[in-house]
């Protein structure tokens, strides 16, 4: 069946980096545009990066854009999410999603990053 296992998170000091990883299984990974978004207490989920199943081009919220970099190994079937200089503020649950068209939409069960200040 269709896993997305995330790993990585932890707590952290602001300035401080973290490496997140998510390992994918049970479905055509290269097919899938992969993605990472966050839900903080009290707030909605909000998309985080995003890289397309063929790997040209990548996109970010403001919010993390020069901190935050999103990758892909389509021969392990893994995707990463490499941040720096974490602030408080990127405190949340963090999220794997793939994603095929407007049907195929599946989720990993999230990990925590806690950033303290």
């Known amino acids: 069946q269709v896993q997305l296992v995330e790993s990585g998170g932890g707590l952290v000091q602001a300035g401080g980096s973290l490496t997140l990883s998510c390992a994918a299984s049970?479905?055509?990974?290269?097919?899938?545009?992969m993605s990472w978004y966050r839900q903080a207490p009290g707030k909605e989920r909000e998309l985080v990066a995003t890289?397309?199943?063929?790997?040209?081009?990548?996109n970010y919220a403001d919010s993390v854009k020069g901190r935050f970099t999103i990758s892909r190994d389509n021969g392990q079937n893994m995707v990463y999410l490499q941040m720096n200089s974490l602030k408080p503020e990127d405190t949340a649950v963090y999220f794997c999603?793939?994603?095929?068209?407007?049907?195929?939409?599946?989720w990993g069960q999230g990990t925590q990053v806690t950033v303290s200040s």
């Open positions: 999603n793939a994603r095929r068209g407007y049907a195929l939409d599946f």
């Open positions: 049970g479905f055509p990974f290269s097919a899938y545009v």
């Open positions: 890289i397309p199943s063929v790997i040209d081009t990548t």
